[in-house]
């Protein structure tokens, strides 16, 4: 099936002024790249004579190679004045109507070169062979991804020099995704040709009728002459390529759901605007990432300099996510106090969100199921983008905060933000705000150099426990090669980088007993992961830390596993350290590791569980599968990570240490469910006291996840231990920290290697640590047998010089004035605050 030009292309091949210098040979005249397999060429023939099409190959080449992945010969006789439809077999209707050959095999993408060629000789190109643009050429609707290409017929030759820079703009005119309306035939007024020019002031197309008032425009396709007020001005390559404009408020409609702004894609632009300006443009109106756009400008004229365009006022949260479409493109300000509730792409993409107060993971607030999928509803109304006006990934300079992030200049989660003044833009499925005014972020949620623990609550014999999740501390071979490892740091340099953050902030913690999560799994010896970490501690430090070692020489099967450390100035063990590798630990969940310590001050003793539960990721595909997501707020594997919560309890019920004192027990570590989660709950349950709920409240987090900060990472302590807590924080020197700042080496140029790193313990991981102080008991032995009279009560009490007073009458004694002695630990406690063993 073979499309014949439109009458006056076919007298233009014949003669016309427009044609007189087509191709002489033929040419790739239409392009298209859309969804799944909707892929086809369309070659055209203006040479005037007929040509035999089985001597022509359609070549592709993938991802930068210079070789052709696939090859297709093509087949008939296309007479001149005609055009011959390519098509991949798996095409949809519309397309495999017009086609006369189809091909099944994978076909090319936007970052792929395809040649046309006749034997070896290059006829035609797309693209740049031996390069990978990354995911295409050129950029908005006219780039070689997701998109329809119609080549400009005024072309006086073909690119027949595929490996030279390429730049669609130069020769193609760009339409929506999977737009095959004009394929197997070529419009006469494709050409880009200007139409009679207009003068300001002359009638013009609404803006607010562009945009209509669904998600996507009306008049997608059509060429429009629009007159208006440049308030954002975007232009240049590492820029957007473009403007906003905006009507002029006389001209506003009465529809709340119309918009009276958009985005003019004007790449090269030959005028040059500026915000203020009134300009009259021509072009053809489409779609790009969701975005109503104004591409392909043949005319643009300013007719007025100063002028001003009112922002619109808006409001944290968002009523509808509607209210965002109804003022795209649009100046607005938000006068209201923004909060950063995440920066974890500011450094790749130059983004931050932003909200009306911080946003908390739901489960970590609320019950999982309606309260949960609610407040989940209610939070996603409740922020915004603030982009950094660029398409360009990893910027060299990282323009928040004002001047430029540094490592010592940085903009936290939970900083502040006012005013906040730009256009609202929509790109890769959400809505953002491009600033007109640079923002100035306060610094509500400063660095702290320690955790802030109150000294005035803990006594000169405390001990202080933490639990720290290390993001894949890797150490190669441990003399310095083995790299790169299944996870963490890709080199030396960089695990030095890494360890050097880790130990800064492990120093400053200044804790006797610390649980770790996300050690590499490679045992104990003098090269391990563990060993390697304590000798940096000690050499930093002075002090004297030690590992923690079970009797097994690797702790589970998976790459990463929790191990124990302590200062040994300070505490030692008094039990035999182990792990449990059965029922939900066997699998997924990470074996935990138990340890009973005593005080070297206070002679009190506890045991110390740390733990590692199953993460939320890799879901079962079977939707039946009890792990998979129930969609309740609480992610997949939740009855697995419940499951682990029951066992643990268990074995820590069977005094798993063999310790000769055991009353006094903490869980420990990155639990991988948020607070109201049934891992927390069930342990909660089981006589645990959440001791973050109980000392920080509703408000505590370790973990920041899709803007939303909640805590993974707990501590929960037994009722004998909870009644010495003297005070629990989390330590944010992490989650609320860009993780551009970390040790990474890649995606940074050789400066920002250097401006954005220093060895401090900010973004030495992904997670807070929580640090628990202690005030723990000292242990009273008494040599009684099973029964004791009160008179030596008395005498315990003379030994620890504490008074008898009224409150012995309280306890209901026996006649012959003896207590059995399983009430005596209950009697010391009360009445003397100290521990009977």
Known sequence: MKFSLITSLVLGALGSTTLTAAPQDLFISEYIEGSSNNKALEIANLSGSSIDLSHYQIRMYFNGKTTAGLSINLSGTLPSGEVYVLAHASANSSILAVADQTQGSGWFNGDDAVVLTRGNAVIDSIGQIGVDPGSQWGSGLTSTQNNTLRRSLNISAADTDPSDTYSPEAQWIGYDTDNSDNLGMLEEDDTGSNPSESQCGDDATYIHQIQGAGEVTPMSGEEVTIEGIVVGDFNGSNALNGFFIQEEASDYDNDELTSEGMFVYYPNGEVTVQDGDQVRITGRVGEYRDMTQLSNVTNLKVCATNLSATPLSILLPFTQRENN?????????????????????????????????????????????????????????????????????????????????????????????????????????????????????????????????????????????????????FNGDGQGGGFPTPRGANNLEEFNRQSAKIIAAIAEMNADIIGLMELENDGFDSDSAIANLVNGINQLTGKNYQFVQPTENLVGNDAITVGIIYDNNTVTESGRAVSLATGAFADRNRQPIAQTFRSNLSNGELTVVVNHFKSKGSCPSDATDPNADQQDGQGCWNPLRTQAAVELNHWLESNPTKATFTVDKLIIGDLNAYTKEDPVTTLEAQGYTNLLTQFVGDSHYSYVFYGQAGALDHALANAELTAQVADVVEWHINADEPRVLDYNLEYKSTAQQTSLYNADPYRASDHDPVIVAINLQPEVDVNFDKKVNVKDIVAVAKNLHKPINAATQRFDLNQDNKIDFRDLRQVIRAVFNYRFK
């Open 325 to 473: 479409e109804a003022i795209e493109g649009m100046k607005v300000i938000f006068e209201q106090t923004l909060t950063v509730s995440e920066n974890y792409n500011l450094g790749r993409y130059g983004e931050l969100i932003l909200s009306n107060g911080r946003l908390y993971n739901p489960t970590n607030v609320v019950a999982p199921g309606e309260a949960a999928v609610a407040m989940q509803n209610a939070n996603n109304l409740n922020q915004i983008i603030l982009d950094d006006a660029s398409t360009r990934q990893n910027p060299w300079v990282i323009p928040y905060p004002q001047p430029e992030l540094t490592a010592f200049n940085t903009v936290r989660g939970g900083d502040t933000v006012f005013g906040l003044t730009g256009i609202m833009h929509q790109a890769f499925g959400a809505y953002r705000i491009q600033a007109t005014q640079q923002p100035d972020f306060i610094p509500t949620n400063s660095r702290t150099t320690q955790p802030a623990l109150n000294d005035l609550l803990i006594n000169e014999s405390s001990i202080k426990v933490a639990s720290f999740n290390v993001l894949n501390y």
